[in-house]
């Protein structure tokens, strides 16, 4: 299957989520909410990686690679706090859209030090996306 397939099987999980997580933090603190998402996030992600037989390249990773894996961990779980607590104060309606302006910030990244080519149909679409979240917030 296509990278555009699993694109769109993340945005759906990432609307069930937006929702599901609005009604898992009422009365809950942010934090621990997060907390006890991460572990079923990793109980389940192991439990796939080990079914799969994936764990047997754990020794030949390189040391750039977990590193980069790591960062990419702790960016992950600011944004799930950041998500969380965003969500226990507002909306999902309106939290969800500018939790999306992560978008045009990869954009940005990925051009700049991915190297990544852009075009102006790829840019306008971007700011198209901006301009609607910004537009939920009122």
């Given at each position: 299957?296509?990278?555009l397939?699993?694109?769109?099987l993340?945005?759906?999980?990432?609307?069930?989520t937006?929702?599901l997580?609005?009604?898992?933090?009422?009365g809950?603190?942010s934090t621990?909410?997060?907390?006890?998402?991460?572990?079923?996030?990793?109980?389940?992600?192991?439990?796939?990686?080990?079914a799969r037989?994936?764990?047997?390249?754990?020794?030949?990773?390189?040391r750039?690679?977990?590193?980069?894996?790591?960062?990419?961990?702790v960016?992950t779980?600011?944004?799930?706090?950041a998500?969380?607590?965003?969500?226990?104060?507002?909306?999902?309606?309106?939290v969800?859209?500018?939790?999306?302006?992560?978008?045009?910030?990869?954009l940005?990244?990925?051009v700049?030090?991915?190297?990544?080519?852009?075009?102006?149909?790829?840019?306008?679409?971007?700011?198209?996306?901006?301009?609607g979240?910004?537009?939920?917030?009122?």
């Amino acid at each position: 299957m296509s990278w555009l397939f699993y694109a769109l099987l993340s945005a759906a999980f990432a609307a069930a989520t937006a929702i599901l997580a609005k009604v898992g933090v009422e009365g809950v603190p942010s934090t621990l909410a997060t907390a006890l998402r991460t572990v079923v996030i990793l109980a389940f992600a192991w439990g796939i990686a080990l079914a799969r037989g994936e764990h047997h390249t754990l020794p030949t990773l390189s040391r750039r690679t977990l590193i980069f894996l790591a960062l990419s961990g702790v960016a992950t779980g600011l944004s799930w706090l950041a998500y969380f607590r965003a969500l226990q104060l507002g909306p999902a309606s309106r939290v969800a859209p500018i939790d999306k302006l992560s978008l045009a910030l990869t954009l940005v990244l990925a051009v700049t030090f991915l190297k990544e080519p852009w075009s102006w149909k790829l840019v306008l679409g971007v700011l198209l996306m901006v301009a609607g979240a910004l537009l939920t917030l009122k």
